[in-house]
C-alpha cells in the first residue's frame, strides 16, 4: 500500500492505492463464516471524513483477482472458484456505496451502503446467488437485491 493521509481538526483525507492480501480480507470475514483467496488491489482509493460538516465522502476502485472462495450455508460448507470481481466506491444520496461487478457485465453482484454514518447495508442480487450456484427462486430480473442483510459497523 502507499498513499497519504492528512488530519485536521475538522477532518481527516485518506488517498491509496496497493494491495491487499486476502489473509487480512479473510479476518474480518471469518466471523461470517467466508474466505477468499487471491489478491485485493485499491485504484485512485480516496476517504474524506469531514468530522465538521459530517459529509463524507468515498471514491476509487477495488479489484479482486478472483479464486477460490468457501462459505457456509444453512450449517454447509460450500466452495467455488469465483471470477474476478471489481467494485466501484462512490458517495451518494445514500452515502457511501460499493457496488460489485463481474469484469466481464455491467449487472451488479454485491451493492454496500454505508447508512447513517455506522450502518452496512449488504444486498445481494440474484445474478450473485447464480454465480455461486445457489439461484434464487422466483421470477425476478438479474439486478434485483434478494437479500439484504444490514451490520452495525462503529
Given amino acids: 500500500m502507499k498513499g497519504a493521509l492528512d488530519v485536521s481538526f475538522d ?54 483477482n478472483g479464486g477460490r472462495s468457501t462459505y457456509r450455508l444453512a450449517g454447509e460448507l460450500n466452495a467455488i472458484t469465483l471470477p474476478p470481481l471489481q467494485g466501484n466506491l462512490a458517495t451518494t444520496s445514500k452515502g457511501p456505496t460499493l457496488i460489485v461487478t463481474n469484469g466481464d457485465e455491467a449487472t451488479p453482484l454485491i451493492i454496500i451502503n454505508i447508512e447513517d454514518g455506522n450502518w452496512a447495508n449488504i444486498g445481494i442480487t440474484k445474478k450473485f446467488t447464480e454465480m455461486v450456484s445457489q439461484p434464487w427462486p422466483g421470477n425476478v430480473s438479474p439486478e434485483t437485491v434478494v437479500l439484504r442483510v444490514e451490520e452495525k459497523i462503529f
Avoid: C
Avoid at 12 to 18: D, E, K, W, Y
Avoid at 19 to 27: F, L, P, Q, S, V
Avoid at 36 to 44: A, E
Fill in 11 to 64: 477532518s481527516t483525507t485518506l488517498i491509496a492505492s496497493g494491495h491487499i492480501d486476502a489473509a487480512r480480507i479473510n479476518r474480518e470475514l471469518s466471523p461470517y463464516h467466508i474466505a477468499i483467496g487471491g489478491r485485493i488491489s485499491l485504484n485512485s482509493f480516496k476517504i474524506i471524513l469531514d468530522g465538521k460538516q459530517g459529509n463524507h465522502q468515498i471514491d476509487g476502485e477495488i479489484r479482486w
